[in-house]
């Protein structure tokens, strides 16, 4: 006897509701969906894309990206002269 009913591989109809997946969406995102294939792809694309933004931030950390202040820079040449870096050459 199978204790666990909540799943049958040979059932033909579906384990989910729409309408309960449509309202926790809805709720955690704000996004409610017409159809199933964007309701999956959603499914897909969130972790998906929180992963490639993890690895990108690991990246980044790796190369040292952080140390790069281009705009802190920008605006201490513009006050100081005698002020230089390689973004920020007083040609004249």
């Known amino acids: 006897a199978n204790t666990f009913r909540a799943f049958n591989p040979t059932q033909a109809e579906e384990t989910y509701s729409m309408v309960t997946a449509n309202r926790f969406w809805s709720q955690?995102?704000?996004?409610?969906?017409?159809?199933?294939?964007?309701?999956?792809?959603?499914m897909l694309f969130v972790?998906?894309?929180?992963?490639?933004m993890?690895?990108?931030g690991v990246v980044g950390?790796?190369?040292?990206l952080?140390?790069?202040?281009?705009?802190?820079?920008?605006i201490r040449?513009?006050?100081?002269?005698?002020?230089?870096?390689?973004?920020?050459k007083n040609i004249l």
């Open 77 to 88: 040449a513009a006050e100081d002269p005698e002020f230089e870096t390689f973004y920020t």
């Open 28 to 42: 955690i995102f704000g996004v409610a969906f017409s159809n199933k294939r964007w309701l999956h792809f959603f």
């Open 61 to 64: 950390l790796a190369l040292n």
């Open 54 to 56: 993890s690895a990108l």
């Open 66 to 74: 952080r140390a790069y202040d281009f705009v802190s820079q920008e």
């Open 47 to 52: 972790p998906v894309t929180g992963l490639w």
